[in-house]
Nanobody, 113 residues
Framework: QVQLVESGGGLVQRGGSLRLSCLASGSYDRLPAMAWYRQAPGKQRELVALVIGGAKTKYADSVKGRFTISRDNTKNTVYLEVNSLKPEDSAVYCC???????WGQGTQVTVSS
């Protein structure tokens, strides 16, 4: 069973940056696609970014050009660099193993105006 633990969230001002991390532990051969989602209060959870294999990525239109997803298989970690943050980016950010019901507990990102 794979366990996912996110970290790196926090409170930042508009225009600030953070690097979110998702550490995978447990027994697995190779993780398939990995994704970051976010959910703000009163809103549906949305897919933010996806990485397939080592290089193929996909982003929500609202974060293109500002967010970057990457993975370091030697560290069993998937990252989400979030830049030029806006108040509307405030949410709990969770990672997920693609195509599964394996989720982390999430990390809170709050952007002040």
């Amino acid at each position: 069973q794979v366990q996912l633990v996110e970290s790196g969230g926090g409170l930042v001002q508009r225009g600030g940056s953070l690097r979110l991390s998702c550490l995978a532990s447990g027994s697995y051969d190779r993780l398939p696609a990995m994704a970051w989602y976010r959910q703000a209060p009163g809103k549906q959870r949305e897919l933010v970014a996806l990485v397939i294999g080592g290089a193929k990525t996909k982003y929500a239109d609202s974060v293109k050009g500002r967010f970057t997803i990457s993975r370091d298989n030697t560290k069993n970690t998937v990252y989400l660099e979030v830049n030029s943050l806006k108040p509307e980016d405030s949410a709990v950010y969770c990672c997920r193993v693609g195509g599964t019901n394996l989720w982390g507990q999430g990390t809170q990102v709050t952007v002040s105006s």
